[in-house]
């Protein structure tokens, strides 16, 4: 099956700064994810992108397909953005194949 | 329109026991993923059910087991508990297979 990869694992930044997380692909992307687990660990959706580029506030995130990658942009990051954001890939339509993570800090 | 709700939020169990977890799927979506998340890792595939029926099931013994209604519904089932099955139960509902999907808030399952 699909394996998925995220980096960095762990990042911690200041208020305010910019951030990029990547995550990459073993097979062909084609209903890829992105989402944020908050401290009570409800996963929530950010952006359903299987290609191109989606914005949504300060979020962002871009699908490269063919080549098998995802980025998601954070900018002007607060501290309520804090938390494990993970990718997951649709694994041949049967069930969703995740990423182990990366930890965001923001500190104030 | 009402997201994807789970019941119990928490839940301690002892050892050898049974324990039944609820999922309530978003209106309108015909497909229930299970998924187990071990402290610390990401959520790992249990099954799904599309329209009532088991359509695929990830690396899990049979002693997990699942059921659909007619509603969409469903249910996790396991049987004989070990304390490696502690861990953050997730259901999604999607509105069908290949979809966006969502997932509730999570049944925290403790087994001592």
């Known amino acids: 099956g699909i394996q998925v990869e995220q980096s960095p694992p762990d990042l911690i930044l200041q208020e305010g700064a910019n951030s990029t997380l990547r995550c990459n692909f073993s097979?062909?992307?084609?209903?890829l994810q992105w989402f944020h687990q908050n401290p009570w660990g409800q996963l929530i959706n950010l952006f359903y992108?299987?290609?191109g580029t989606k914005q949504n506030g300060r979020l962002s995130a871009t699908t490269v397909a063919t080549e098998r990658y995802s980025l998601l942009y954070i900018s002007s990051s607060q501290t309520t953005d804090s938390g494990v954001y993970f990718c997951?890939?649709?694994?041949?339509?049967?069930?969703?194949?995740f990423g182990p993570g990366t930890r965001l800090s923001v500190l104030p | 329109e009402t997201g994807v709700t789970q019941s119990p939020t928490h839940l301690i169990k002892t050892r050898g026991q049974q324990v039944t977890l609820r999922c309530s799927s978003q209106?309108?979506?015909?497909?229930v993923s299970w998924y187990q998340q071990a402290l610390g890792q990401g959520p790992q595939f249990i099954f799904q059910?599309?329209?009532?029926?088991?359509?695929g099931r990830g690396n899990f013994p049979p002693r997990f087991s699942g059921l659909q209604f007619p509603n969409y519904s469903s249910e996790l089932n396991v049987n004989a508990l070990e304390l490696d099955d502690s861990a953050l139960y997730l259901c999604?509902?999607?509105?069908?297979?290949?979809?966006?999907?969502?997932f509730g808030q999570g049944t925290r399952l403790t087994v001592v």
């Open positions: 097979d062909s992307v084609n209903n």
């Open positions: 999604a509902s999607s509105r069908s297979m290949n979809t966006e999907a969502f």
């Open positions: 992108i299987p290609s």
């Open positions: 997951a890939e649709d694994n041949y339509g049967q069930n969703f194949v």
């Open positions: 209106s309108g979506h015909n497909t």
């Open positions: 059910y599309y329209r009532e029926e088991e359509n």
